[in-house]
């Protein structure tokens, strides 16, 4: 059929190497394990005696040999461990993107479109009258000639200023995003794995903005008794700790990090299960895991409705089913005059994707 070209299919579960069919099982355990290779290897193991993942011709001493001449892990300091290397990390979060957000085909430009009309990429079919400060390559010849014959006759052809006819392009928006982490115990209680499916949709995010977005920026915060950035990198690795929930050192960090960015579009994406519980008074900490503290809560509202004043509108991914918790998910939304969304872990990767995109076109000149 002309413009088509037919290639044989190929099932996704056949045409695939051995090696291939395991490291796509074992970047998936790298995340449950923060990124301890051995661990995933000897989980890797426990799997292969119970569903035969390897053969005579292929076993994991074979699959491990791969990893190491394929660049994705290295020897460590300590003899005998393995360590991950940089390309392991990109793997893990493209993985996480196809996973969480689906195949996303990269731009030429990174930007995100709006509703307003000026600089851009890419031309639009609206034309208008040349106004100061309009830029050359935004001229439309055909429509500027034919306005200087109609003006001026063919007899003595001349082009003047009130000739020119501008074509409009659309106006691409950068936005700065400060994504943060709730890194609190409770993220890993209750029988329940919160952080992993955290860690997938950071590094999905990122990964999505690096390709598709590459112009934006993402800024990323973790938060427990305190809050500071880590980098893209790092996600692999993030674990939970001993620790209560200090949201407003979170969003106070966010803060700062987000007036040193020029983009005039910003905002923050906050993942939690819980409550604020904790704050820092000089180097003492102020906790109450006991219901809602008004102390932590009102000081927390505080830098809620800060955020709305310096327009930064803040989206709440609530991961947790309690009543009173959502309540106060409410009223921190309210104050900020911003988002909130009760997802499951199933749903969170859908939830925040939508938002992102969503945001993209709502952003103003």
């Known amino acids: 059929m002309l413009g088509l070209r037919f290639t044989k299919f190929i099932p996704d579960n056949k045409g695939k190497s051995s090696f291939d069919k395991l490291s796509k099982l074992f970047f998936q355990l790298l995340n ?15 799997l292969d005696k119970e569903y035969a993942l390897t053969n005579n011709d292929y076993a994991m001493g074979d699959f491990i040999e791969d990893l190491k001449a394929k660049g994705f892990i290295e020897e460590g300091s300590e003899s005998g461990k393995f360590d991950l290397t940089g390309k392991s990390e990109q793997t893990i979060r493209k993985n996480a993107l196809e996973e969480i957000f689906g195949k ?14 000026g600089k851009g990429d890419e031309l639009t079919s609206d034309i208008r009258p040349f106004e100061y400060g309009d830029t050359l390559d935004s001229i439309s010849l055909t429509e500027s000639l034919q306005n200087a014959q109609i003006n001026h006759g063919i007899d003595e052809f001349r082009l003047t200023q009130n000739d020119l006819q501008i074509q409009e392009k659309e106006q691409k928006s ?10 609190s115990h409770s993220m890993i209680l209750y029988g329940e794995d919160r952080i992993t499916p955290a860690k997938k949709v950071a590094m999905a995010l990122a990964e999505l903005i690096k390709t598709k977005y590459p112009k934006d920026t993402l800024d ?64 003492q ?55 909130a969304f009760y997802s499951s872990l199933n749903g969170l990767g859908e939830y925040v994707f939508e938002d992102f995109v969503k945001n993209r076109r709502k952003t103003i000149k």
């Open 32 to 46: 449950y394990t923060a990124g301890d290779v051995q661990e995933a290897l000897q989980w890797l193991n426990e």
């Open 104 to 117: 996303l085909k990269k731009t030429n430009q990174g930007n995100h479109k709006t509703n307003f009309t």
């Open 174 to 183: 950068q936005t700065s995003t400060c994504l943060m982490i709730d890194i």
């Open 220 to 283: 990323i915060i973790v938060f427990g008794n305190d809050a500071w950035p880590i980098e893209v990198k790092d996600l692999p690795y993030l674990q939970v700790g001993p620790y209560h929930t200090n949201t407003y050192a979170g969003l106070e960090l966010a803060m700062d990090l987000l007036r040193r960015r020029k983009t005039a579009n910003k905002q923050i994406f906050m993942i939690t299960d819980g409550k604020p519980t904790c704050l820092k008074e000089g180097n």
């Open 285 to 339: 900490y102020y906790k109450n895991s006991f219901g809602l503290d008004r102390k932590v809560v009102n000081k927390t509202l505080n830098m809620a409705a800060q955020c709305r004043r310096l327009k930064i509108p803040i989206t709440t991914f609530m991961i947790a089913k309690d009543p009173y918790l959502q309540a106060f998910v409410r009223e921190f939304t309210a104050t900020n005059n911003g988002r």
